[in-house]
């Protein structure tokens, strides 16, 4: 049988573990410790507030297909989906209601163009592209000419990035074979852009989780929260020092971390038993609010070992007073969304809605979602769905 972890995407094994045991929200050593249990999974429309769905329409001409099952998604003031799927590797821009405006396809083996797009940042009128072995490019954003390539590390896959100055950037670090003495390796990383230097970030990973996932990186304020697979402590980085910032606690369905990085070849079974609730290493976050996924706070009746949209992955939120909602996650594991001004955007493909639809996982907003697709030309067009969230 394929094993279970890899579609999941998650790590198996962390070294900043601040302890395992059940408790309602609290502080120890005064890190807030957030319980997150199966009480805390709702219905979606008694957690979502101000929901819009947002039609993504591809250019007319030529027609495109922006189906894929790999993409990235950034929102300024416009929207940023790139597509990284096969013939579709592209940037598509789109105003805040879907209507397209522009285009970025340069696949291709010359200076200006990619063969990939792994990941996709937008600041100050540029849009970097994350091309493969750590190369970023920037092209204007104004008339999406090229401006230059730089070098972040040498990970071939490099998806989360982020400018810290002129010349420094964050990264989260793909597992290169490389360990320490401990038999560990950093998940984050400060790249200088302009010598090469790499000053590894004080968290650290085991080469049993790194076959499996890197880490995630959301602003922050003015510092960034980090976060990995299993991990039970979120952390917060401010350009020179590394915070804890929260602890989760999955109170009896805590994962043995020590035990899975002794026996990884048990990982599969706690999936399918559910016995351990997992943080995946996801995070978004604005207005107070983090949000993350998880697998197994609440277990599914239904589990299929050959349907993943069968199993417990959910949206979890903590709140500015670390209250805590979630809701079962309607683009399973994958898709790591956006969010910004307060908003939280996430991208169902077809067959994500149509899931959602059959088994009424949209509860009251399923009829509004329904009068949408009559006014859309093709239902099998991306859509962005745009939503608050209530404590």
């Not at 329409?57 to 030529?62: D, G, H, M, S, V």
């Not at 493969?132 to 230059?148: C, E, H, M, N, R």
């Not at 968290?203 to 880490?215: C, F, H, Q, T």
């Not at 949209?309 to 969304?337: M, N």
């Amino acid at each position: 049988m394929q094993s279970i972890a890899c579609p999941i995407g998650m790590a198996v094994s962390l070294f900043f573990c601040f302890g395992c045991q059940s408790s309602e929200t609290s502080k120890q050593d005064g890190i807030p410790r957030i319980a997150i249990s199966e009480e805390h999974i709702l219905p979606f429309d008694q957690v979502a507030t101000e929901v819009r769905f947002i039609s993504l329409r591809p250019p007319e001409n030529p027609s495109q297909n922006l189906a894929s099952m790999i993409y990235h998604l950034f929102i300024s003031d416009k929207i940023y989906y790139a597509t990284n799927w096969y013939e579709r590797t592209a940037v598509h821009i789109f105003d805040l209601d879907g209507n397209h405006i522009n285009s970025l396809e340069k696949k291709g083996d010359g200076p200006a163009e990619y063969q990939l797009i792994q990941g996709i940042y937008i600041d100050d009128e540029v849009l970097s592209i994350s091309s493969g072995q750590g190369v970023i490019k920037q092209y204007s954003l104004s008339d999406l000419t090229y401006i230059k390539e730089f070098t972040l590390g040498k990970s071939f896959l490099l998806s989360n990035f982020y400018p810290l100055d002129a010349s420094s950037w964050l990264i989260s670090v793909e597992f290169t074979g490389e360990l320490d003495e401990n038999g560990t390796f950093p998940v984050f990383m400060k790249v200088n852009s302009e010598n090469g230097a790499l000053s590894p970030l004080p968290i650290k990973a085991s080469s049993v989780n790194a076959k499996l996932g890197e880490g995630s990186i959301a602003p922050f304020d003015n510092q960034f929260l980090l976060n990995y697979g299993l991990s039970d402590t979120l952390f917060t980085y401010d350009g020179d020092h590394v915070h804890a910032h929260l602890v989760l606690d999955f109170g009896n369905k805590h994962p043995d971390q020590k035990y899975l990085s002794a026996n990884p070849e048990k990982f599969d079974q706690i999936v399918l038993d559910q016995s351990s609730a997992i943080n995946l290493g996801h995070i978004n976050y604005t207005a107070h609010t983090i949000q993350l996924k998880t697998f197994g706070p609440k277990e599914s009746r239904m589990l299929d070992v050959k349907d993943l949209r069968t199993f417990p992955f959910h949206t979890v939120f903590i709140g500015p007073d670390q209250q805590v909602v979630g809701f079962l996650s309607f683009s399973g594991a994958e898709g790591k969304g956006f969010a910004k001004d307060g908003y939280f955007y996430e991208v169902l493909q077809t067959e994500d809605w149509m899931y959602a639809m059959e088994n009424n996982l949209f509860g009251d907003y399923g009829a509004a979602l329904e009068a949408y697709l009559e006014t859309i030309p093709d239902p099998e067009d991306p859509i962005i769905m745009e939503f608050k969230v209530a404590f």
